[in-house]
């Protein structure tokens, strides 16, 4: 990139009034949109009013100094890595140059600064910061696109077991009836008949059972109908039932009630949580513990069983951990996970609430 395609703003922070307009004459020159700030106190105001792709900042000021602002620039999130130059006289000695990088300072440029170093120096800055903006820009994207993605999908999930429930569940439904009519009709002697009409009506019950368990696999009604938290219950004691593993749900005493889609996300994870835990944790308990912290809901799931790795945890090839940590993400919480080979593994959910 070219120094006259560069775009971007940049902060100069001096307290001395000739330095600024020459630093901003330099900069403009650029293609560089330029703002002033005469002291570390003023500084801060401009940060909090508008993000920076860099920061020149005279090291020793008045007040608050460069090296005190630039620690307090640190501790904003959105200017964390907003990179900080800083100006400094020739006579700067070595710790005076550590504190300033302790401070968070990228780099250091005497003054008066040569148009040249500047200019090149900036160049790279402002290029990676533009960069980097490009690159966070496509992850929302794709976030964004996912969680499209997972809603689209979860309707369609909805759709079907609603149509697997109402339509064939009604179309056996009608044929366990007829069923029951021709057996009904069977004259005394045809028992052959009988026997047969009978395994046929306990294979259209068992029919009736699955489609049972698939669509409520698809779409659980008491996720719909009654709310997150009978969910839960129900999904832990579905979950003892099929795998033969102690699954116990506790709640807090006072739970607000989430929205849907918070609602669906927290399911969700918790039934992959349990899926992993029945394929890999060889637990004999479970315990499930919903409760409010930090305006959040929190869903912890522990297990007794043989634990997990690091490597495990921070794997990108693990999808699963992956997708359990995008659906937390689309709401700004976050899935934790923890353990130790034959100690067991904790996850700990965390969900911002929006209350209803």
Known sequence: MSATSLRGSVL??????RSRMALCELLAGMGLEVALADSGEEALRCVLRQDFAAILMDARMPGVDGF???GLIRQRE????????FLTGAYEDAPSVARGYEAGAVDYIVKPPVPEILKSKMSVFVSLHNKNAELR???????ALAAHLQHVREEEWSRIAREIHDELGQVLTGLKMDLKWIADALDP????????????SARIDDAVRSVRRIATRLRPEALDELGLLAAIEWQASDFQRRTGVRCVARFADAMPELDGERSVA???????LLTNVARHANATRVDVAVGVEDGGLVLTIEDDGRGIDREAVSSRGSLGLLGMRERALQFGGTVEISGAQGGGTRARVFIPLSVK
């Open 12 to 17: 100069v922070v001096d307290d001395d009034a």
């Open 68 to 70: 005190e602002a630039a």
């Open 78 to 85: 959105r200017s964390r890595h907003t990179p900080i130059i």
């Open 137 to 143: 820009a496509s992850e929302e994207n794709l976030r």
């Open 189 to 200: 002697g045809q028992a052959a008949l009988e026997e047969r009409a009978k395994a046929m």
């Open 266 to 272: 927290a399911f969700r994870i918790l039934q992959e």
